[in-house]
């Protein structure tokens, strides 16, 4: 029995897909990894332009209650898509006439904490972004030695930020027993939370702490 050999054609198709195939692995291993970015770093630098020059990155505005990045900010309000700030996810897409909670990270970065009854806390001192997931990471804050007993660095999820209170304060679901509990975030790993191991062990540490309270949904704020 004679089987017929697949036309030149199929053939010419078949080769066309596994090298592209081959070309699309290649390029997943020469990307490289998405790191950990902190805003307080990112915003102040300048950023690709689209004519080929540069811009300086103003703010980064996300989604309120997911913490989901949308775009970056330039002078005069301009915006800057976040492939740009180098962003290897996609990111949200608003829907046609969509419009979404916005928070801006300068806003966030340097706020002054309060809890739910508005008593002062501490304050935000940065928030960690996940370019590979196109959202906010964490948001690092420092407890008061007069509300806690001690000062204390922790990272915190975006969800626990509750909405602003008042000009310069935001509200964090919190209270002293269990910002006790959380382990402290020292300075310098801090600063190196770009290493792929600091960034584990912070997010191990996050998933051994629940934040949230069951009635709580995060930010909710009236769109922009």
Request: hydrophobic residues 40%; glycine residues 12%; charged residues 25%.
């Amino acid at each position: 029995m004679n089987v017929p050999k697949p036309g030149h054609a199929a053939t010419r198709g078949l080769s066309a897909l596994v090298l592209c195939g081959l070309l699309a692995a290649a390029t997943a291993l020469a990307q490289p990894a998405a790191r950990p970015e902190r805003a307080s770093r990112l915003i102040g630098q300048e950023v690709p332009a689209g004519d080929g020059g540069q811009l300086r990155l103003h703010d980064i505005v996300v989604q309120a209650g997911t913490g989901t990045l949308l775009h970056g900010v330039a002078a005069g309000d301009q915006p800057v898509p976040l492939e740009r700030l180098g962003v290897q996810g996609p990111g949200a897409s608003p829907a046609p006439g969509e419009r979404r909670a916005a928070v801006r990270l300068r806003e966030v970065v340097g706020a002054r904490l309060a809890n739910g009854n508005g008593d002062p806390i501490g304050g935000v001192e940065d928030v960690v972004l996940d370019f590979g997931a196109s959202k906010v990471d964490f948001v690092v804050v420092r407890f008061d030695k007069e509300w806690l007993g001690t000062p204390k660095r922790v990272a915190v999820p975006w969800r626990a930020l509750l909405g602003r209170s008042g000009e310069g304060t935001w509200r964090l679901d919190a209270d002293p027993a269990r910002a006790l509990s959380l382990p402290e975030l020292p300075r310098e790993q801090l600063q190196r939370i770009g290493d792929e191991a600091v960034a584990q062990d912070v997010h191990r540490k996050l998933r051994q702490t629940p934040w949230l309270r069951s009635s709580q949904s995060g930010l909710q704020l009236e769109a922009d």
